[in-house]
């Protein structure tokens, strides 16, 4: 699999280390061999592709370094070129395991130190060995690329997550008699009865629900009926009955797409806020190991670009966690507060754009707005406003195709902030949906990638509380365009 950010790492990782190239993969649990993730600094004629995955039981002295520097948790230097995968590169080649660590989260847990991956690096410029300093900064490097590759783990994970969502848990086969004849296991923790195979459904019930449900069934034309069930322990699922050819009925049981539980939310809140913070904490690891040696020239602008990522992206904590706090109060009942204040909205552009950078490295993303666009709001909910068109637009648009970001003026005294992509699209039934109801979320999507259906109710509370309208045009298959218009001027501003 290639990664975008992946790839920008290694160069990073090549330029502060001075060195030719470097590589990363990923080790598979399953398999044991390791998977080329990203490449940069091989000759004009090659690319990741001409990397084949390597077998770490080889004999080869790549393969045999890898072996090494994964058991040692150790770099292992390499004074002769070696072949990675089918590519000779250029001695010294360093082997630096890439480990995952993570602190217990509960108190008998044991603390998690994972290899999951190997960062090679090969030709130091001039030729000379690797010193102290470069292992220091190559495994610091290389603690930034484990969470990165966690990281990307972890989305995939969300996206295999996602396509199950729409999976019955649980199933259940109903005779004439109103008993159970066939279950699974997850039907028996859904209703908590165990066995459940002979029961009556009055005997499993709870509150009378299956029985209403049953009764619906018998009376649709159809054959089939829905209900949101309730259960025992106040999980909510979509429970659908479906009578089959001999008047036996079929019970599914999903987890309902209407309730968020705390556990969710928490969840992707924390997946949120760790990316940021993965790249606060590697720059300033990077930075702080750079200013233990002498600081060349060069160095100074590396410094320079790292602390203003990590700026960048610790002002994008902070806006999520009031973003998160903002939530919870409008799920309370109470108003939005708003900072007013003016502010040139392209200010707001640029910032999402320098926050999300990576996110958005795969698609083609093209600005169509004014220099510089003086409106009266509060600059960080309107940032939140793009930050969630965006972050769904790349979620919901595969990688490779474009998103328009438009900034206009519709009438006078008017301002648009549109993002348009060329993604799923979404039902006509469910635009009315979107953003009104928490928690609704498209069967396309939940397909396409995960979700808790939050944000869009977020930026339509923050549009209407700047006294503007939200906008969603789409057409499935082809795209959408999701839109915020609000005054450019604000009454007691
Ligand atoms: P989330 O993406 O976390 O589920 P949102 O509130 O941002 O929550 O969006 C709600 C739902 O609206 C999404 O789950 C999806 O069904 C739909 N949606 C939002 N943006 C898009 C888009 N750009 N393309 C297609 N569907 C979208």
Redesign the pocket.
């Known amino acids: 699999m290639r990664s975008m950010i992946l790839d920008r790492f290694c160069e990073k990782v090549a330029q502060i280390v001075q060195t030719e190239g470097a590589a990363c993969f990923a080790l598979g649990a399953a398999d044991n061999r390791l998977h080329p993730q990203a490449v940069v600094g091989l000759d004009d004629d090659s690319s990741i592709e001409d990397l084949d995955q390597v077998d770490i039981d080889d004999s080869g002295p790549f393969s045999s370094a890898v072996s090494e520097a994964l058991a040692d948790q150790k770099p292992v230097m390499l004074s002769d070129a070696v072949t990675i995968s089918r590519v000779e590169v250029p001695p010294p080649v360093m082997v630096m395991p890439i480990v995952w660590e993570r602190e217990a989260l509960e108190p008998d847990e044991e603390p998690v130190k994972r290899p999951v991956g190997v960062l090679a690096l090969w030709g130091k410029r001039g030729g000379a060995a690797y010193d102290e300093d470069d292992y220091k900064l190559a495994s610091t490097l290389s603690n930034q690329a484990a969470a990165l590759l966690v990281e990307e783990q972890l989305e995939e994970f969300e996206d295999i997550q996602a396509a199950f969502a729409t999976v019955p848990v649980g199933l259940m086969l109903i005779s004439k008699e109103n008993a159970v004849t066939v279950s699974n296991a997850a039907a028996t923790q859904v209703v908590q009865v165990d066995p459940l195979t002979g029961r009556s459904v009055s005997d499993i019930d709870y509150r009378g629900q299956l029985s209403r449900l049953m009764e619906d069934l018998h009376a649709s034309e159809s054959g089939n009926a829905t209900i949101a069930f309730i259960a025992v322990d106040n999980e909510t699922y979509t429970t659908s009955a479906q009578l089959t050819q001999d008047g036996q009925a079929i019970l599914a049981f999903t987890q309902s797409p209407f309730s968020t539980s705390a556990e969710e939310l928490t969840g992707?809140v924390a997946h949120e806020l760790r990316t940021p913070l993965t790249v606060i904490q590697g720059n300033l690891q990077t930075i702080e190991i750079m200013l233990e040696g002498d600081l060349q020239a060069e160095d100074a602008e590396i410094v320079r670009e790292f602390t203003g990522t990590a700026l960048v992206q610790s002002q994008r904590m902070y806006r999520l966690i009031d973003e998160t706090l903002n939530i919870s109060r409008i799920h309370a009942g109470k108003e939005l507060e708003l900072d007013i204040a003016e502010f040139d909205l392209m200010d707001a552009v640029d910032q999402i754009m320098a926050e999300l950078g990576d996110r958005l490295l795969g698609h083609n993303v093209v600005v169509e707005a004014p220099e510089s666009f003086m409106i009266d709001g509060d600059q960080g909910k309107l940032v939140s406003i793009f930050d969630?068109?965006l972050?769904?637009?790349s979620?919901?648009?595969d990688p490779g195709t474009t998103i328009w970001v438009r900034v206009y003026e519709p009438e006078p005294g008017l301002v648009a902030m549109e993002?348009q992509?060329e993604?799923?699209?979404?039902p006509p039934d469910?635009l009315g949906r979107?953003?009104n109801e928490a928690g609704?979320?498209?069967e396309?999507?939940?397909k396409q990638?995960?979700?808790?259906?939050?944000?869009?109710?977020?930026?339509r509370r923050v549009t209407e509380a700047h006294g503007g309208q939200m906008e969603i045009l789409?057409e499935v298959g082809k795209?959408?365009i999701?839109r915020s218009v609000i005054p450019t001027s604000q009454p007691g501003a």
């Open positions: 992707q969630n068109y972050k769904n637009a979620k919901y648009a993002v992509d993604g799923i699209g979404i469910a979107i953003g609704f979320r498209t396309l999507s939940k990638a995960g979700g808790i259906g939050l944000g869009m109710v977020y930026t789409s795209g959408s999701f």
